[in-house]
């Protein structure tokens, strides 16, 4: 992600509404601390994200 258009869209969505809950995609611990300091966002990170979909996927019982 580009964090230049992150900030441009976090500014966008608390100016229309100021309580919204953001979320945003970071890709290591240094840009989710960047932006959770300078923007106060929570931030999901890509590697973390995948690997907790592929443990939920393999956990499932298979579907027939």
Not at 33 to 46: I, K, N
């Amino acid at each position: 992600p580009d964090p230049i258009g992150v900030r441009a869209m976090v500014e966008s969505a608390r100016t229309l509404n100021p309580t919204i809950r953001v979320l945003v995609r970071g890709q290591n611990d240094d840009e989710a601390a960047l932006l959770t300091r300078e923007l106060g966002v929570q931030v999901l990170l890509s590697d973390q994200a995948l690997a907790q979909a592929m443990v939920q996927q393999v956990l499932q019982p298979a579907q027939g």
